[in-house]
């Protein structure tokens, strides 16, 4: 359904309640001005000192070496793919992950690894959420169950509260029902 905001506000059992939050502007505020702050220092490149410039021209051939890097290294593993498609079916790749959307590091993990076609790895992937369902299922009926067993073992514990508190009530506390009829 499509939701929309009505100045008239009425309530019903089929009506749909949206709240609409938008949170403090600080981070927006911050933001802003370091974009501002980094605009200005860029515009303002010819005026920083040399050594700041010989500085970022470093960081800068840094940034274009690293670039150059993957650029290689994905024509390397390209190569190797074909050569490894030819000789050793189904083929390797080096650094499968390579071009992943994860994190920077988990990209060079595993170091290589077999060519899964699609329909194998949609295959791959079904049984992994297969597995992850049943692992959160099995998790939920044990959390489950641990409740559950608490829930008794604090109602057993309740009860034998219970007939010994009923069991002074008749007796009293240290005494003997003997004892106190032989007192009359």
Known sequence: KHVTIHNQQIA????EYVFLYE???TMVILGSIGLVLGVL??????LWPPIMRTGMSYVTMGLFGFMGFLAVLGV???ILFGITAVVLKPGIWLFPRLWDDIGFFESFVPLW??????TEAKKIKKEERRAKKERKEA?????????ESSKASLSDSKKSDKSSDSFEA???????????????
């Open 41 to 46: 220092a860029f515009v303002m490149f010819p």
């Open 23 to 25: 949170g403090s502007k």
């Open 12 to 15: 019903g059992p089929d009506f």
């Open 139 to 147: 998790k939920r009926l044990a959390k489950k169950n641990k409740k």
């Open 76 to 78: 390397v593993r390209l």
């Open 113 to 118: 690894a077999w060519h899964v076609s699609e």
């Open 170 to 184: 008749v007796d009293g506390p240290g005494k003997n029902s003997d004892s106190s009829s032989s007192e009359d």
